[in-house]
């Protein structure tokens, strides 16, 4: 048998053997049956690559042939799953609706390929001017080459994304599992692009694929080595397709590639093209494993620093990496993982594990790890000491501590629910999070790259660290506790509102239904009631409709209106004080763009508000006027009332449920100056005690409003 014939088989025993493999960790998940189904699938195509090589019958050529494409069409769905699932959690509802998806796909691929059985390959096979074998590619088998290709680039993203988003025992962890599979879909690409362009399947493609898996299979089998590689988590960026480097190479890669073999095929062919194409393959991957390794990126940087006599650290640098990290960050958790992978990234540390102490200062809960996963800390976190043994301890010593060294009960604890994943990783060190002498949590690092000691300068520069992720820790729980308080606040004065309108209205409804039994009889007492209950729903629907305008979203129906008209039918909707004088002085205005029904209800409020304000002053007067000023249409309410403090116009006038009316619910000016602002305009005020108060209200005219 040839050599290739058996280097085909053996890739496909390989696969079988590493599916079932698989398959005997448990507990088992979905994550495991795709990586399973995945693995079944190339090593049946493998095997039929074999038979082909195997057989010289034209027709068993054509059905092998068609075997090998019906079996790339099952491929991309469950290796497209395991790329959404690998390394990654989620909610298991959207993984199982993703997953009935992808499984409808490939059945209809695997229905597809047998009802266009005939349309997948066309024979007779051919022989190239290289000797190669290959037979015709037909409609069916086109379209299964194509959806393959524009899945395998999604395939490369998704792992592209879950390598970006790893760092320290994580990324060492699963590093050669994306790799093998980055090697496949790579190679895949390109021999079903090759497929597509001269509209056929060459063998010589074929076994492309084979050394491909070949490879692929090494570097999976080398990822199993390293323990727990289906049990690990990470949190991908979701902007990460923007800045896809899978993305951009794919589409470079097709751009080019089809020039290139238009080339090669008009200079003859290439009889040693698998093989130069295996011996690139190996050379690519062996330079992608040495640019990931940690070890090499140590050792570049300090060679720059010794032979360039740079500090070890670029404190600038690093500085403005964690405050462009954690600015923007709103939770204590976000902030850890942020901080985790910072850590990670500058003192090439494989293990960095954040844990924040409770609110009731009793234990300590998991934040972020780039080794642990959640339901493995939580276990460890059992483990750990006391938090009233650390805070003592870091009170008196509040600088990093090597956990290793010292010998202290309590440090002792923590080496337990933080263990380190090599012998060679060097020692263990605890930086506390201090501020005000509070402890808020620890930065435990362990598993440094080639078990480097931490120095002087490394201690200095996590400590700085600890210190400052200490003060944003204080700053989050600070502003979610002044949330907290503000919505109680809300929620308070909001609820005296409520109770004071309905307490009035079940007293007059009680009284009401008291007297009932007695005078029911009574005609004039059942009009009295009967008005009683109307006047008591009428404050009820009123009240709700108040506090409405809270909830709804403001939408503005603009269009070209006559101010001075708005203004008119808004006072004309008002019944006024007899014992208070209106005033209207109205400029003639361009016509501008409003909505006319909103700038209604606050002109409708700004006069109530005035005529409520003259009403406790006996006679008073209201103005309401119109004018323009400085590309401005300006509606100006004047009255003589009692007036505002400084205090109360500068802090709680346009603020909810802030009012200085008996009846009032300190909704209408946040709502008016929701209104206005909504037009892109503001609202003036100038107010004295006493004296009365003046409200202009400033619309942008056309040209302002371009």
């Avoid at 199993?224 to 480097?245: A, D, G, K, M």
């Avoid at 690519?284 to 360039?308: C, D, I, P, Y």
Wanted: glycine fraction near 8%; aromatic fraction near 8%.
């Amino acid at each position: 048998m040839p050599l290739a014939s058996i280097l085909a088989l053996a890739s496909a025993a390989f696969c079988a053997v590493l599916g079932v493999a698989v398959l005997t960790k448990k507990p088992r998940s979905a994550i495991h049956w795709c990586f399973a189904g995945g693995m079944s699938a190339l090593a049946a195509e493998a095997a039929f690559v074999a038979l082909i090589r195997e057989t010289s019958a034209p027709g068993k050529i054509i059905f092998w042939n068609r075997m090998t494409v019906a079996a790339l069409g099952l491929l991309p769905a469950s290796w497209l799953f395991f790329s959404l699932l690998f390394a990654r959690a989620g909610d298991p509802g959207q993984w199982r609706k993703t997953g009935n998806i992808l499984g409808s796909t490939a059945a209809l691929s695997l229905i597809g390929a047998a009802f266009f059985w005939d349309q997948l390959v066309v024979g007779p096979p051919q022989i190239g001017p290289t000797g190669d074998v290959y037979v015709g590619l037909a409609t069916a088998g086109k379209i299964l080459h194509v959806l393959f290709v524009i899945m395998a680039v999604g395939i490369l993203m998704n792992l592209e994304r879950t390598f970006r988003a790893s760092v320290g025992t994580i990324r060492w962890r699963i590093k050669f599992m994306l790799l093998g599979l980055g090697v496949l879909f790579v190679v895949r690409i390109y021999t079903s692009s090759q497929a597509l362009l001269f509209s056929a399947v060459k063998l010589s493609l074929l076994q492309v694929n084979i050394y491909a898996l070949a490879v692929a299979c090494l570097l999976i089998a080398r990822s199993f080595v390293r323990e727990s590689i289906f049990n690990v988590t990470v949190y991908p960026s979701r902007t990460v397709l923007q800045n896809s480097v899978t993305l951009l190479l794919a589409g470079i890669y097709l751009l080019v590639v089809g020039v290139l073999a238009k080339i090669v095929t008009a200079l003859g062919g290439d009889s040693a093209f698998p093989l130069k194409a295996l011996i690139v393959l190996m050379a690519l991957a062996g330079l992608t494993v040495v640019l990931l390794s940690e070890r090499v990126h140590q050792r570049t940087k300090l060679f720059v620093s010794r032979n360039f006599k740079r500090p070890l650290h670029d404190f600038q640098k690093v500085w403005h990496a964690f405050t462009e990290r954690t600015t923007s960050l709103m939770t204590d958790v976000d902030l850890c993982r942020a901080t985790a992978r910072l850590v990670s990234e500058t003192f090439h540390v494989l293990s960095v594990t954040i844990w924040l102490i409770d609110e009731n200062k009793e234990r300590l809960l998991f934040a972020a790890s780039t080794s642990l996963s959640e339901s493995r800390a939580q276990k460890l976190a059992e483990l750990g000491c006391t938090v009233t043994e650390l805070q003592k301890a870091f009170s008196e010593q509040p600088s990093p501590v090597d956990i290793d060294d010292s010998q202290e009960g309590w440090v002792a604890a923590l080496r337990r629910c933080n263990p380190d994943q090599f012998s060679e990783g060097g020692n263990r060190v605890c930086v506390p999070l201090l501020v005000g002498g509070h402890l808020l949590g620890l930065i435990m690092l362990g598993d440094r790259v080639s078990g480097m000691p931490f120095s002087v300068e490394d201690l200095d520069l996590l400590k700085c660290i600890g210190d400052q992720v200490a003060a944003n820790l204080l700053n989050i729980q600070l502003s979610r506790k002044l949330l907290q308080a503000k919505e109680m606040e809300a929620f308070q004065t909001m609820s005296a509102f409520f109770v004071h309108d309905l307490k009035n209205t079940a007293s007059t409804l009680s009284l009401m239904l008291q007297n009932l039994p007695t005078h029911f009889e009574d005609p004039s007492f059942r009009a009295d009631a009967l008005r009683a209950a109307g006047k008591s729903v009428e404050r009820i629907n009123a009240l709700i409709g108040r506090l409405s305008v809270l909830r709804q979203k403001l939408e503005l129906n603009l269009r070209e209106s006559d101010l001075n008209e708005v203004v008119k039918v808004a006072l004309a909707g008002l019944a006024g004080d007899p014992q208070t004088r209106l005033v209207t002085d109205l400029a003639s205005l361009p016509r501008i763009c409003i909505d006319p029904e909103q700038v209604q209800k606050v002109v409708t409020n700004l006069v109530l508000n005035a005529w409520e304000a003259v009403s406790s002053q006996g006679e008073g007067e209201v103005r309401v006027g119109t004018s323009g000023q400085n590309g401005w249409a300006v509606i100006s309410v004047t009255d003589n009332g009692c007036g505002m403090s400084p205090e109360f116009v500068s802090r709680f006038l346009f603020r909810p449920f802030q009012t200085t009316k008996k009846k009032g619910m300190g909704i209408g000016m946040f709502h008016s100056k929701a209104i206005v602002e909504a037009h892109q305009g503001k609202i003036e005020v100038a107010s004295e005690v006493g004296k009365g108060t003046t409200f202009k209200v400033l619309l942008p005219c056309q040209e302002n409003q371009a």
